[in-house]
């Protein structure tokens, strides 16, 4: 894997996000569960035979409650072993899985996309960050891997600090610059037909799942899924860059 990256020139290593020790701390689990289970069930009955009918009510709850347990670990641990594995390094990544492993540099991949659902009674936060590489491949990343949020986040950092001036040239020459359903342009924002010119430009934000386009009337608003937004963080950050230098009135550098 060393002599991958260095052939690459991705830099010194980082970290690794290897998915496969949720794998095997599922398997773990599983085992103690399926042991609990294999004592309890046969407790149970011997508990109701005898007509100690509470303590084996309780035996057979409890091994129904390990066995429901066991059986939610299996739906929802991911014990493929093609789990990925994510090798981090000073000038790019590692991604290891479905049975190959390919180095990237940070200017080989273009696009990330950012998608985070609460749910669960403590209102965690599950992130998937979808990273667009060379040649239009997918590298997922989710909560698989341990502390995905911390690796989403850098790579949306070196993602984002290329394509913004890139983005940036393309709307100083003239162009339009197309993020998900958002158009960059030099006469405003767009998105659906609809078009919110410079001038009346409040914000762009992201929160809460959405990339917001506000305008000055409060009346013009274009509103996207970021998940459904490639991007979105650059896109929040070129429109600022070319509204800041919009209000004065100076090329962008």
Known sequence: MLERAASQGLGVPVRVFDARTGRRRAVGWLVLLGLAVLVLAPASVLYLRAGRFWIGILAASVGAAYLVLAVRILLRAGLREDRPVVYLFGG???YAGTGRAVAYRWDDLSAVTVAGVRGGS???TRWRFTVTAEGGRDLPLDDGLPDVRRLGDVVVAEVTARAVPRLTA??????TA??????????GIGKDGQLVPWPAVRDVSMANGLVRVGSADGVRELTALAAHTPNAVALVELC??????????????
């Open 92 to 94: 790019g990544l590692v």
């Open 122 to 124: 403590r209102g965690r």
């Open 170 to 175: 393309v709307v100083r020459s003239g162009g």
């Open 178 to 187: 197309r993020l998900g359903a958002f158009e960059v342009g030099p006469d």
């Open 240 to 253: 600022a860059r070319l509204a800041t230098a919009r209000a004065r009135d100076r090329p962008v550098r």
